[in-house]
């Protein structure tokens, strides 16, 4: 709901779509497609900082190792993401040197988002597994919404993602119940 709350907030454009998605504005196509990477940066950086708060509130099943490796597999994978960004200032006459900082600059929000969530999970350590629910929520969420093109398509593309999420929700509900 968090997400969907910003996708309404946020002018964005999904890569190698032409239609923008989002409240009306004026904004050019590689702004919009930077805020959409950066929307899709912030539950990256909850997902690494729920980690280390659980490693630093030494929680038994979470360890340094699971929290290291979540972290450099979102690392990695934010090298194309940067590129994504790159290519298009640096094709609209940007130097090389801006279109890399633009580059470098989106992945900022994910160090962010990390210490925001080791700080609130510091203060109210009951909350963790609420945290660690909403930061996979949402990367669950964002999973769905950018890699299943055919979900974040057309005028109704939250439809796709809303009942993606009921289904998961019943299947996890039924795979506890039924144990």
């Keep these: 709901m968090f997400l969907i709350a910003l996708d309404h907030l946020i002018p964005y454009l999904h890569v190698g779509s032409d239609q923008a998605e989002g409240p009306k504005s004026k904004l050019g196509r590689t702004t919009k497609m930077v805020l959409a990477v950066t929307l899709h940066n912030i539950p990256e950086g909850m997902a690494v900082g729920v980690m280390y708060a659980g490693f630093l509130a030494e929680n038994a099943q979470i360890t340094a190792t699971s929290a290291l490796a979540l972290s450099l597999g ?19 006459g940007e130097s090389k040197r ?49 890699l299943i093109p055919e979900m974040s398509q057309g005028q109704h593309s939250n439809i796709g993602t809303l009942f993606f999420a009921l289904g998961f929700s019943l299947m996890m509900i039924l795979d506890v119940a039924l144990g």
């Design 74 to 92: 979102i690392a990695i994978q934010n090298s194309p993401e940067g590129a994504i960004i790159s290519m298009p200032l640096r094709a609209e």
């Design 98 to 146: 801006k279109a890399f900082l633009g580059g470098v600059l989106l992945g900022v929000v994910e160090p962010i988002g990390a210490v925001v969530m080791i700080l609130a999970a510091q203060m109210v350590i009951p909350a963790l597994p609420y945290l660690l629910s909403f930061a996979a929520g949402a990367m669950l969420y964002v999973v769905v919404e950018e």
